[in-house]
């Protein structure tokens, strides 16, 4: 009797841990920020960990301006792929999905939206910042509008507005997503517990053809968030914190140059600028731009060496602007205003410009410590100073050897021209006057 109570419980126990196993699973990823390699591999780890605990339904919410056509293609293979549906929701209110994140609302096994939020302008652009010509901006356009038709297509959507968000740089809100004929989207939805209750016993249709039934009634929902790596390298993959990690390097780097030991500077620079180089290996990188504030650099410097009446310094700030422009028009769907540069590179310019002539300024000033201060220094001769002979002067309150190449009275002002150990060079105060004076 006692075993049989003490198992009586059992039953009851694994009936309710089975009930809580049998729940849907939905595994939910956020991502909002620009599509980058860095956004691929958390899309991609994102997919894998759902495919490996056998949710039943995979929700991607994406708010993203646009970003890179490779990294894409790149997360649009590994949707395709996934065991489980995914669902892409545009959310929430007052979000888009712009450029690259219109291709992945279009590839999704189900696309969702938010009230108030809209889709498309993707056209694509030079990654590069350098300028295309017709013919091959007409090339990339149809390419991309040939990929997203293809995905319009397989997913049952509407392939001419598909079409025409590339080739026109059209964009949809919610409502005219889902009232086109047919419908860009599947439905509208405020949030993800709501999105999960519409999903509800819904049929999707596969990339390859296959439906599956969905179930997410009282779904388990896992989050996924980004490790603290991908969301720093996220951070500074932004062309504008690129930029200024660029700037302030080169500004901490040439500061160092023109004041070795101050040490602060030199690795502040080193620091910002190995992590602009890594954000400027994730991004398209224009190479025109680059050599322009190369070039503004090197004028700025001049510009402190050679008299030119700021004719220098202007044209290293023109350049600098103009590769700052070129620069950081990397990234398709996202733009450095002029707002944003103008300032920054001006800056840039008087701040280099003025610690510049302060080092100069620093460099000119005699010295203040050790033997070579007294040169230049006047004093009087103690004892008479004969040419090949030595003699000692007063100066600066001490006594010091002397040697002269003429012949020096007592009391005789003499002005010292070098220092040769303990022994003094020195000359008469009027003839090195009249010296300078000629």
């Not at 690259?100 to 939206?113: K, S």
């Not at 938010?114 to 590069?128: E, F, L, M, N």
């Not at 060496?305 to 590769?323: A, D, E, Q």
């Not at 009087?380 to 002067?393: F, M, N, W, Y």
Request: with cysteine.
């Amino acid at each position: 009797m006692l075993v049989g109570l003490c198992l009586w419980p059992a039953p009851q126990f694994a009936q309710s841990a089975r009930a809580a196993a049998e729940k849907p699973l939905a595994v939910v990823a956020e991502f909002d920020g620009i599509i980058h390699p860095i956004a691929t591999e958390y899309f991609v780890e994102a997919i894998t960990q759902a495919d490996a605990s056998g949710a039943d339904v995979v929700v991607i919410v994406l708010r993203t301006p646009g970003g890179l056509l490779d990294s894409t293609r790149d997360i649009v293979s590994r949707l395709i792929t996934s065991r489980a549906p995914v669902v892409v929701f545009v959310g929430p209110s007052g979000a888009r999905a712009a450029s690259a994140g219109f291709i992945l609302t279009i590839a999704a096994d189900v696309a969702v939206m938010a009230p108030g939020t809209h889709i498309g302008a993707a056209h694509p652009v030079s990654g590069t910042g350098e300028p295309t010509d017709t013919v091959t901006a007409t090339k990339a356009a149809e390419d991309v509008a040939a990929y997203v038709r293809s995905l319009a297509e397989a997913r049952k959507r509407n392939v001419e507005l598909a079409a025409e968000a590339v080739m026109k740089s059209r964009a949809f809100t919610d409502s005219e997503a889902l009232g086109a004929s047919p419908p860009l989207i599947d439905f509208v939805a405020r949030d993800v517990p709501e999105l999960l209750r519409m999903l509800e016993g819904r049929t999707v249709r596969r990339f390859d053809g296959s439906t599956v039934t969905v179930h997410t009634a009282n779904a388990v929902i896992q989050k996924i968030e980004m490790s603290r790596r991908q969301r720093f390298l996220s951070a500074i993959a932004d062309p504008q914190i690129a930029y200024i990690l660029l700037t302030l390097g080169l500004l901490g780097l040439t500061v160092e140059f023109w004041n070795p030991g101050a040490i602060a500077p030199g690795v502040a620079g080193g620091v910002c600028l190995l992590l602009a180089f890594f954000a400027l290996q994730i991004l398209p990188v224009s190479t025109t731009g680059i050599l322009l504030i190369v070039f503004g650099l090197a004028l700025l410097i001049l510009e402190l060496k050679v008299p030119s009446f700021g004719v220098l310094g202007i044209g290293g700030t023109v350049s600098l602007v103009l590769g700052s422009v070129m620069m950081t028009r990397t990234v398709p769907g996202v733009s450095v205003p002029l707002r944003f540069i103008i300032p920054v590179a001006v800056s840039f310019a008087g701040i280099l410009l003025f610690l510049g002539r302060l080092a100069l300024q620093s460099q000119r000033q005699r010295p203040v410590m050790g033997a070579d201060t007294l040169i230049g220094l006047q004093g009087r001769a103690r004892t008479p100073v004969v040419p090949g002979g030595e003699g000692q002067i007063d100066i600066r309150g001490e006594i010091w050897r002397a040697e002269s190449a003429v012949a020096l009275e007592p009391g005789t002002a003499v002005r010292v021209l070098a220092v040769n150990g303990l022994t003094l060079m020195v000359e008469p105060a009027g003839a090195a006057t009249r010296q300078g004076a000629d």
